[in-house]
Nanobody, 128 residues
């Protein structure tokens, strides 16, 4: 059973930065894609970034390009999401998820239905 655990700084001031970690276990195939999602209060879950573990290719939705960086540490089985210039609108529960259904990297979207395994999420709050 694949397990994903998110961790990181959970409270940051507007304009600040933080890095979330997604520690993965039992990802025995190189063909996994790890995605980051977030769900803000009163809003639907939104996929924001993904990385293909086969070639480290990445994807970002337009609204976060330039502010977010997704990366991975192969030796630690961990995927990171660095977020810069944070605003209160970035306040949300952030989830990482794993998918074996995404072919032909780089990822071209981050769609929740493509992901079979999910972490429990981590609340990130950006104060004004």
């Amino acid at each position: 059973q694949v397990m994903l655990v998110e961790s990181g700084v959970v409270l940051v001031q507007s304009g600040g930065s933080l890095t979330l970690s997604c520690a993965a276990s039992r990802l025995t195939s190189i063909y996994w894609t790890i995605g980051w999602f977030r769900q803000a209060p009163g809003k639907e879950r939104e996929g924001i970034s993904a990385i293909s573990l086969s070639d480290n290719s990445t994807y970002y939705i337009d609204s976060v390009k330039g502010r977010l960086t997704i990366s991975r540490d192969h030796a630690k089985d961990t995927v990171y999401l660095q977020m810069n210039n944070l605003e209160p609108e970035d306040t949300a529960v952030y989830y990482c998820a794993a998918s074996l259904e995404i072919e032909d990297p780089p990822p071209k979207a981050v769609i929740a239905d493509d992901y079979s395994y999910w972490g429990h999420g981590i609340q990130v709050t950006v104060s004004s």
